[in-house]
């Protein structure tokens, strides 16, 4: 069984930091593409940014580029994302997928598998 757990997530200040951790078990990702997408009330999941587990390609949204970063550990079957500079704008659910593709999708029904989520809250 495929899971995608992530963890990492909680309540900081505007201008602080926070790494995500995404555990992914059950299969060989190799290969594969992860993305890490965030979710408001009331709004669409949105791409954060994404790998793939071979090679170092990287892609993220303009959103979160010089401040976010994605990274792994494939000993670990992990993936992360350093939150840096935070704003509350950034308040959101934290998602990672996962999908077996080249390239790193940017829309969530390219994704086939999916983490629970973890809450990302910045105070101003």
């Known amino acids: 069984q495929v899971q995608l757990v992530e963890s990492g997530g909680g309540l900081v200040q505007a201008g602080g930091s926070l790494r995500l951790s995404c555990a992914v078990s059950g299969r060989t990702f190799s290969g594969y593409a992860m993305g890490w997408f965030r979710q408001t009330p009331g709004k669409e999941r949105e791409f954060v940014g994404g790998t793939r587990w071979s090679g170092s390609s990287t892609s993220y949204a303009d959103f979160v580029k010089g401040r976010f970063t994605i990274s792994r550990d494939n000993g670990k079957n992990t993936v992360y994302l350093q939150m840096n500079s935070l704003q509350p704008e950034d308040t959101a659910v934290y998602y990672c997928?996962?999908?077996?593709?080249?390239?790193?999708?940017?829309?969530?029904?390219?994704?086939?598998?999916w983490g629970q989520g973890t809450q990302v809250t910045v105070s101003s």
């Open positions: 997928a996962a999908t077996a593709t080249r390239v790193i999708p940017t829309i969530t029904w390219a994704y086939n598998y």
